[in-house]
């Protein structure tokens, strides 16, 4: 994949676009975030907002900084600079982008979910059934598929009721078919809690369509708004590289896009 | 009285480490601590030397070298060796440093294979204090954190996310080690406490269909083992320390062969991928 310099993306940085400006209390702001980790810069200058409600796509190449944002955001990780904002009593949601369960620890669906507070057992079967993964209750955790286990890392996240879901890269492991399935689960299910989705992805063209506002990531943000103007932009083009140009244009049959193509 | 007679206090000495180590073995196994595990009871031999020359309490010594050794491990690691590199540097210099330190220690007459592979038949009435209260502190610690340790021991970005400190976890997991190994040593020795605490985990995996169950099944594969090998080790007039060991391995391995056909909580078997 093609990753150029960071200069590059600063020479065509276009005017930020925020979708959600109106509304009046994020639920989260980061003010300018740097994560420096043994003398290298991982994110820089990272401001961002996250409104009530709203499902935003963090994108960029590998490396490009996703996954430390994310933890930054989910405390896993002090950053080097900068503040985080969070509206009292927010409750997160995390699905992590992948997790093994070592095959030595005996762990039932039911159990994990319970994990690390015990919930009623109507919750959990609510939580499973909104998650998709109605069924598993008793299955162990070593023998679910790709796609099962997904879900029952979304429902996890959403026991708690959450105020803003985080998937890292969810779609790991999972066909475009699953992927594309997933999605729409994650899309009913912030109807039905009207939660805020921030996800994490390297897969544009089925997350976009979703999405309030997609951010392209490259240690610092390239560019943000809508999908649409986001897929148009020389920044995200510049990003990601032909193989997403190639994928892009075959799936969502942007003209621009197509038109680029030998 | 009932205390008087050795055999019953080697018999509450060795169900009382082995109740102790059943849930901490777990999450030795769980965590791939093992030899992490290894490298703290070796370095327990340090603090029997250091007991000595200063005649404090042996547990006290061993206890703090013990601690010190696994918080000098995790501080260390992840600063350019790998974790088994650094584990094998500091468990046997920690060993040969506490046998050359041994030797300096004059005047006393030092049962050096007493603490290598344990003295059961030893254990007075201070020691099974010190055994039954050490094994009681370590069994509320991790009741008291077991959803915090579970959490911590799956993903600990999950246990970031649900408000859990790993790092905080890992030091409980720590302390309760080093607890351990202290109350462990008069009863299997240095060499062999990591066996103590893997084998009944290991063995207790097939029948295990949650992490609660699994910590049942070893506590009483443990305590069965305790109990079993002092017996033959006294009818055979074996050392008690390995022959507990041999006991509890040849457990496993009937586990192992049973697991095998017992299908899903089993470890290799997989139910149908969709």
Not at chain 1, 194 to 219: F, P
Request: glycine share 10%; hydrophobic share 50%; proline share 5%.
């Amino acid at each position: 994949m093609a990753s150029r310099p960071a200069e590059t993306g600063t020479l065509i940085q276009r005017p930020v676009h925020d979708a959600g400006q109106e509304v009046s209390m994020p639920l989260l702001t980061l003010h300018d975030i740097g994560v420096t980790r043994r003398g290298n810069t991982i994110l820089t200058g990272i401001d961002l907002a996250l409104q009530a409600g709203e499902i935003v796509t963090v994108v960029g190449p590998n490396g490009s900084g996703k996954t430390t944002l994310l933890r930054v955001i989910i405390g896993a990780l002090t950053p080097t600079r900068g503040e985080i904002e969070h509206r009292q009593a927010l409750t997160l949601g995390y699905v992590p982008q992948r997790l093994h369960i070592d095959p030595t620890l005996p762990m039932t669906v039911a159990r994990f979910m319970a994990l690390p507070r015990r919930r009623p057992a109507d919750a959990l079967y609510r939580a499973l059934e909104q998650a998709g993964a109605e069924g598993l209750a008793d299955r162990q955790m070593a023998t679910l598929s790709g796609g099962q286990f997904q879900r029952v890392l979304l429902a996890r996240a959403l026991l708690g009721r959450p105020d803003l879901l985080i998937l890292d890269e969810a779609n790991q492991g999972l066909d475009h078919r699953a992927t594309a399935a997933f999605y729409r689960q994650i899309d009913r299910v912030r109807r039905e809690l009207g939660c805020s989705v921030l996800m994490v992805s390297h897969e544009l063209h089925v997350v976009m369509k979703a999405s309030d506002r997609v951010i392209c990531l490259n240690g610092h943000i390239c560019c943000q708004g809508r999908p649409e103007a986001v897929a148009g932009s020389p920044a995200y083009r510049d990003l990601l590289g032909v193989e997403e140009r190639d994928a892009v244009a075959f799936y969502r049959h942007d003209h621009d896009l197509a038109e680029a193509l030998p | 009285m009932m205390l008087d007679d050795f055999l019953v206090r080697a018999a509450l000495g060795g169900t009382g480490v082995a109740l102790a180590a059943a849930p901490l073995g777990c999450f030795v196994v769980w965590r791939r601590m093992a030899y992490f595990g290894d490298a703290t009871a070796h370095a327990a031999i340090l603090g029997v030397a250091l007991s000595l020359v200063l005649s404090t309490s042996l547990f006290a010594g061993v206890l703090t070298v013990s601690l010190l050794m696994a918080m000098t491990v995790s501080v260390l690691s992840g600063r350019g060796y790998a974790m088994d590199t650094l584990l094998g540097v500091t468990a046997h210099s920690a060993l040969a440093f506490g046998l050359v330190a041994v030797s300096f220690v004059s005047g006393v007459r030092l049962d050096l294979m007493g603490y290598l592979v344990g003295d059961i038949l030893a254990v007075s009435r201070a020691d099974l204090a010190i055994i039954w209260g050490g094994a009681l502190l370590v069994l509320a610690l991790l009741g008291l954190r077991w959803s915090a340790l579970l959490t911590a021991t799956l993903s600990p970005d999950l246990a970031h996310a649900g408000g859990i400190d790993p790092k905080r976890e890992q030091l409980v997991l720590t302390l309760c080690l080093a607890m351990v190994v202290a109350v462990a040593i008069k009863v299997v020795g240095v060499l062999l406490i990591a066996a103590l605490l893997i084998i009944p985990a290991a063995a207790a995996r097939p029948f295990s269909h949650t992490p609660e169950r699994m910590v049942l099944v070893a506590a009483a594969i443990g305590v069965l083992s305790a109990n079993g090998g002092l017996a033959t080790a006294y009818r055979l007039d074996t050392p008690t320390g390995p022959t507990i060991v041999c006991l509890a391995t040849l457990l496993f391995l009937a586990a192992s062969l049973a697991g095998r056909r017992l299908g899903p909580t089993a470890p290799r078997a997989t139910g149908p991928r969709q």
